[in-house]
């Protein structure tokens, strides 16, 4: 048999012992410290709705620092919706946030829900400087559509 495939007897060629030496040897990866941003003026947003309470710290530019909601505490059900477990949620969002230096505040607030001034006594109870108080809760306009005219 000749022409197609390899003979029996032949050798595959494979890499010197130079050439693994040279693939297997890479630079080790030197690991940054990861350096904590500094954030002194933050933004707390709070959703409250009837059902669970979730509140994000953010920086000036939107961007999330920490956050929280009752469900993610461990509150099931129809406890997700109490004053009280927005209020667990507000601490627990705030002692992440403290780390990166926050100490002054915009609130926003949006829904109608029980957490709403739970949350923000908590801030106040936690000694972080509250600069204002925005409620952010949309409001519908033109309503929903028209049920279709009935045609007898």
């Known amino acids: 048999m000749q022409g197609i ?3 029996k007897n032949e050798v595959i060629p494979t890499a010197t012992d130079e050439q693994a030496s040279i ?10 410290k990861k350096v ?24 000036d530019k939107g961007n999330t620092l920490a ?7 461990g509150f099931r059900g129809s406890k997700k919706g109490t004053a009280y477990a927005a ?20 609130v926003f607030v949006q829904g ?19 600069d204002s108080i925005k409620d952010v809760t949309g409001v519908p306009h033109g309503g929903t559509r028209p049920r279709k005219a009935k045609r007898n």
Request: net charge positive; charged share 25%.
């Open 87 to 106: 209020q667990v949620a507000a601490e627990k969002a705030l002692a992440a946030a403290k780390t990166f230096g926050v100490s002054r505040v915009d």
């Open 67 to 73: 956050s929280s909601s009752a469900g993610s505490i």
């Open 112 to 130: 109608v829900g029980l957490g709403r001034e739970a949350a923000i006594r908590t801030l106040v109870a936690q000694r972080i400087e509250v």
């Open 23 to 32: 693939t297997e040897i890479k630079p080790k990866a030197t690991k940054r």
């Open 5 to 7: 495939g390899r003979m």
């Open 36 to 59: 904590r941003r500094s954030v002194s003026r933050a933004q707390v947003h709070v959703l409250a709705t009837f059902n669970n309470t979730i509140i994000t710290v953010t920086d």
